[in-house]
């Protein structure tokens, strides 16, 4: 079954994806998916009923530490990557009004 | 030149030997990669002046006893998705065009531990989503032995530095193949360890289930060194464990009698090329010859690891890219109104097209309505796979198989149809999923002259098995056949 992705899920699918696309690579981008649904869909073929969904492969457990410091100031270091800062702070465009 | 062609453990003992000094070994690396960089290009990033100031540090080190590790004073160089404090690591990816971490991944401190020359950082495809170090922003690497080809990825150019002689061993991270693959296609020797074995910590996530830092190496007694240094329990990252049996030198013996030795069926049908099959199946005979039990089996499931695979590891990259959003650290675009517009845009314009097209992908199956059906529909079916080598390995010590369907491609062949691309990880990529280590080990060449390699794969936590199996390989392979790894770019 050829999968169908509608306009309306590519635009929601993208602001999810927090990406703008172009017209032209939001038709490519429609079309490598649909044809990845389609290839993805195989696995329908398998009956997984009863089957748990495993997201780790070894047991993993809640790891307790304490909430101590460990790392010293980095802040000058970390700031130097920021695309812009003032004052010892990132900045960022407005966020509420 | 000699001093070139050593392995990393006889350069190790050379040096501590007083044969030869760790500054020496850093500028005979440092020159092999100005004669061939042009042609290679396996590094985004060499630091030069690093190297040789540390160069200095370690020789007075092993000078006056501090450092006596076997590795001390050896060359390596560092993918590009691996954080080095105060050296830039951009994945490969224009949105890290600038990053230069604070801080250095665990398995980078472990190795500057022991006493190892970090030379640089390597190109990879970016974020590691891909199988040709094509997608890299910083543009192709080439295959040492054939500079048409690709190297492969998503380690292509950590692996393309081993061959070229432009390292002594380099550390590469595997998510669906990226250690293996790109190992098989530059006639180098590549581990993927146990997940957990390694630690994470300053890996730069992709999918976090699945990947996994390893060495890549001129043969597998330098894996197991290198694996020895690189492993245990990190409290900075939860999924590593504590490894009892840390000392994987030891495995290290010419003896596979008894070793039961199981070949998927699977892997040996459809798609597979000719050559790559022979060769394949005559390191099985090697192995076979010295007393291992080998025998074909089926180990089921194999076609849908790829769909189950795609479909994780999309899911799992569109959360962790998300951190990317011009604001703390990468890429910001110039011009955006609000919030909002500035992280769509800074994203579109500092991903490539084939991370847009997983975060895409990856957002979609996690998407409520589509939820159930593809993100847990894997996750169920990752469960049967683990399962299905579960069976494997009550019968088999070792899983041995092709690592890749054919020899390494011709550049630009590959990035036209990503779907094609991705069949190509068929062999790789389950291992992954499980969770389980694997090996690539040159087994010869094709009648192009680009290498081909043979799988090991072992049940979680063996480790020990699988490097004993490539290593009696190893040894059995020098009496018999060519031995790809020395033959690159002069």
């Known amino acids: 079954m050829a999968n169908i992705i509608s306009d309306e899920t590519m635009e929601y699918v993208a602001i999810l994806a927090k990406l703008e696309l172009s017209e032209e690579e939001r038709r490519q981008a429609k079309q490598d998916m649909e044809k990845m649904l389609d290839y993805i869909d195989q696995l329908n073929e398998l009956d997984t009923s009863g089957v748990e969904p495993m997201s780790h492969v070894l047991p993993v457990q809640n790891v307790f530490r304490e909430d101590v410091v460990t790392n010293g100031d980095e802040r000058d270091k970390i700031l130097k990557n920021a695309p812009e800062e003032k004052n010892g702070a990132f900045v960022v465009p407005k966020t509420v009004e | ?490």
């Not at chain 2, 160069?55 to 390596?76: H, Y």
């Open chain 2, 1 to 490: 030149m000699e001093l070139l062609e050593l392995s990393a453990l006889e350069l190790g003992r050379r040096i501590r030997a007083g044969e030869i000094s760790a500054v020496e070994a850093v500028q005979a690396s440092l020159s092999r990669i100005k004669e061939v960089e042009k042609d290679v290009h396996a590094y985004v990033t060499v630091d030069e002046e690093g190297a040789l100031t540390r160069a200095r540090e370690v020789q007075k080190q092993i000078a006056d006893g501090t450092l006596n590790g076997p590795l001390a004073g050896v060359p390596a160089a560092v993918k590009d998705n691996i954080c080095t404090a105060g050296l830039l690591t951009t994945c490969g990816s224009k949105i890290l065009g600038n990053f230069v971490p604070a801080y250095s991944a665990q398995a980078v401190e472990s190795l500057e531990r022991a006493g190892v020359i970090v030379l640089g950082k390597t190109n990879m495809d970016e974020f590691a989503m891909g199988s040709t170090t094509e997608t890299s922003a910083w543009g192709v690497t080439r295959n040492p032995h054939n500079l048409a080809h690709v190297p492969g990825g998503s380690s292509g150019g950590s692996c393309a530095a081993v061959a070229a002689k432009e390292c002594f061993f380099a550390l590469g991270s595997d998510t669906g193949g990226s250690i293996r693959q790109p190992s098989s296609f530059c006639g180098v020797t590549g581990l993927k360890p146990t997940y957990g074995t390694v630690s994470r910590y300053g890996l730069v996530a992709y999918g976090s289930s699945l990947d996994q830092i390893g060495p890549i190496a001129k043969n597998v007694g330098d894996c197991a060194a290198i694996l020895e240094i690189l492993a245990g329990r990190d409290e900075k990252d939860s999924t590593s464990v504590a490894r009892a049996d840390g000392r994987f030198t030891e495995a290290l013996t010419d003896d596979v009698r008894g070793l039961r030795v199981g070949i998927p069926g699977d892997y040996l049908g459809e798609g597979l090329d000719g050559e790559v099959r022979a060769a394949v199946l005559k390191a099985a005979d090697v192995l076979k010859e010295k007393g291992a039990s080998v025998e074909e089996f089926d180990l089921s499931l194999t076609e849908y690891a790829i769909p189950a695979y795609y479909t994780i590891a999309s899911a799992e990259a569109s959360s962790n890219l998300s951190r990317f959003d011009g604001v703390k650290y990468g890429y910001r675009t110039k011009e955006f109104d609000g919030l909002h517009q500035m992280y769509k845009r800074s994203r579109s314009e500092g991903f490539g097209p084939e991370v847009k097209r997983r975060i895409m992908l990856g957002s979609f199956v996690l998407s409520s309505g589509y939820y159930d059906a593809y993100y847990l529909k894997a996750l169920r079916t990752k469960a049967l796979i683990r399962q299905a080598f579960d069976r494997a390995f009550e019968k088999y010590d070792v899983i041995l198989g092709p690592v890749a369907p054919t020899t390494a491609p011709k550049l630009g062949e590959s990035l036209s149809d990503p779907l094609k691309m991705y069949l190509g990880d068929i062999y790789t990529i389950s291992a992954n999923l499980a969770g389980i280590p694997g090996i690539s080990v040159p087994c010869g060449t094709d009648s192009k002259g680009l290498p081909i390699g043979v799988q090991l794969l072992g049940d979680c936590f063996k480790e020990k098995n699988i490097l004993r199996a490539a290593y009696s390989y190893e040894r059995g392979r020098a009496d018999t056949a060519s031995d790809p790894a020395k033959k690159a770019v002069e």
